[in-house]
């Protein structure tokens, strides 16, 4: 659930989206045994931060209404509830200031797709592509493209 950069473009006619500062962590907005998606985190969890004895960082609500854009920051939390029938474009952004983390999270969360990354990499951005590599030669288990069982 964590993104560098949503961006929520189209027909979204009301969504309420909850950020949270980097500051909060993980452990706190998902305990374990709540799944991870947004309607079991907002029927479990988010009643607990608008209480006034949550000892952590407070969210950030915003109703999103048709038309408008939801930029959340890189490193920040977020779980978006639709609140009516709904399209959305989402944008995950990277730039050369966050590729290696980018980097490390796409290889071990979809590493089929950082294949596919890496290949078009070498094409049309090698020196991003030396980066990767460099990453992976670092011997990081978290990178090993063998895994078969995550989508590309």
């Not at 962590?25 to 309607?39: T, Y």
């Not at 931060?49 to 939390?77: K, L």
Request: glycine residues 4%; hydrophobic residues 40%.
């Amino acid at each position: 659930m964590c993104s560098p950069m949503l961006d929520d473009v189209l027909a979204r006619q009301v969504a309420n989206t909850i950020v949270f500062d980097p500051c909060c962590m993980l452990q706190h907005l998902l305990p374990k045994g709540v799944e991870r998606e947004a309607v079991s985190w907002f029927s479990n969890i988010y009643p607990k931060t608008t209480q006034v004895d949550w000892p952590y960082a407070r969210p950030v609500s915003i109703i999103q209404r048709p038309g408008e854009t939801v930029y959340v920051p890189n490193g920040w939390w977020h779980a978006v509830l639709n609140l009516n029938l709904t399209i959305a474009v989402t944008h995950n952004y990277v730039s050369r200031a966050n590729f290696s983390s980018a980097w490390r999270h796409t290889c071990k969360g979809r590493p089929k797709m950082s294949v596919k990354w890496l290949a078009a990499l070498r094409q049309q951005r090698p020196e991003l592509a030396a980066i990767a590599e460099a990453i992976e030669k670092q011997g990081d288990k978290a990178l090993s493209h063998s895994s078969s069982s995550s989508s590309s």
